[in-house]
């Protein structure tokens, strides 16, 4: 796998988890409206009100910046598979915190998110209007402690920390030779482990798949479109997120093309992950979310990405971090990494990855 698909691929794996909750909001089986940016939520879905105008393909994310912001699940509005019906207060009480919040947003910041529903609930139902008093004394950090200035004289520049960084990977030849991965290895979360094959073909295919005990479910991108599946759910289209992610996975030379997937890559700061001193750089991109990127400032290799996935109510953040790194066909791939998103975490870890092998061509097709 790519340094980059590495990485950002767990994020597919979570879309699968988080969509199938979701998936109920369809039209009833057998014959669902397909969600896509040229129709509205309301001509795709039962019963909107207060999203109905929003592009179909954003609901879903809508919705999961919702369970994100409050720390709930779907339930705590939706009766289960019964997704339009309006018999829970809340799901009333949500619809009228989603026009306040966007009315304060058009009337006083130009329509730009800045205010949304975490800015009051921070992960409760109820929103937190009485500062918490500390349940001990606060405690002052120490110097080595603080958090770093931004943007410090002595940083290096963006170009010589993505020259390190391919460096440290195995050097140019050895990233251009890269064609295809197929790698093996075990999903982990709450406790259980399950099977997961992924797959890349170069210059913009992915495929990953899990092995669940009553099935499998699968993540797929063919360079254009997007697909997601989960054992007795509907097949879903990606996400407009779902896809930018997948297509920044599929791509192997990653470290070399960085300067043409960002508009701007712009170093921040020097801050610490665990016992890491680490150089953070933001791609900036011009009509997406940046992606915040993390070396490590002794070895070169990435050590953490922040992505964040746009949806009409706010972004739905990312963390993803790596180690394990292993030699591939002159590479060195992180074998293990954890995603985190505010609703949970799970971790894989490979345990086989082959090179530059054949892979079917129906591994990249719509299932």
């Not at 002794?298 to 963390?319: A, C, F, H």
Request: glycine residues 6%; contains cysteine; hydrophobic residues 35%.
């Amino acid at each position: 796998m790519s340094f980059k698909s590495t990485r950002d691929r767990s994020l597919n794996i979570l879309a699968v988890m988080l969509v199938c909750s979701a998936a109920s909001l369809s039209q009833t089986p057998p014959a669902p409206a397909v969600p896509s940016s040229d129709k509205k939520a309301s001509e795709v879905f039962k019963n909107l009100q207060a999203l109905k105008d929003v592009p179909s393909d954003q609901l879903i994310p809508a919705m999961q910046f919702i369970n994100s912001s409050l720390g709930v699940q779907c339930s705590y509005c939706h009766v289960e598979n019964a997704f339009d019906k309006d018999d829970k207060k809340t799901k009333q009480t949500a619809r009228k915190m989603m026009r306040m919040m966007l009315d304060i947003d058009a009337s006083n910041f130009e329509g730009k998110q800045l205010v949304t529903c975490y800015s009051c609930h921070r992960g409760s139902p109820k929103p937190l209007a009485t500062p918490l008093i500390p349940e001990s004394q606060p405690r002052m950090l120490s110097e080595a402690e603080a958090p770093r200035q931004p943007n410090p004289s002595n940083l290096p520049r963006a170009e010589e920390i993505i020259a390190k960084y391919i460096a440290a990977v195995g050097g140019e030849p050895g990233i251009a030779k890269l064609r295809s991965v197929d790698e093996k290895g075990t999903f982990e979360a709450g406790g259980r482990s399950f099977p997961v094959e992924i797959f890349v073909q170069s210059p913009d295919r992915i495929a990953i798949v899990t092995h669940w005990p009553n099935g499998d479910s699968s993540s797929t991108f063919d360079g254009r479109s997007g697909w997601i599946t989960f054992p007795g759910r509907p097949q879903r289209p990606m996400s407009p997120a779902d896809v930018d992610a997948s297509r920044m996975d599929a791509d192997l030379h990653f470290p070399l093309d960085m300067s043409k997937l960002f508009s701007e890559l712009r170093v921040e700061k020097e801050t610490t992950i665990g016992d890491r001193d680490a150089l953070m750089i933001s791609g900036q991109r011009r009509e997406s979310p940046p992606v915040e990127m993390y070396f490590d400032k002794q070895s070169g290799l990435l050590i953490r990405e922040v992505r964040y996935g746009q949806s009409p109510l706010g972004e739905n953040p990312t963390q993803i971090d790596y180690s394990d790194y292993r030699e591939v066909a002159g590479v060195k791939l992180p074998f293990h990494w954890m995603s985190s998103t505010p609703t949970g975490r799970f971790t894989i870890q490979l345990e086989s990855e082959q090179a530059n092998i054949a892979i079917p061509e129906n591994r990249f097709e719509k299932p």
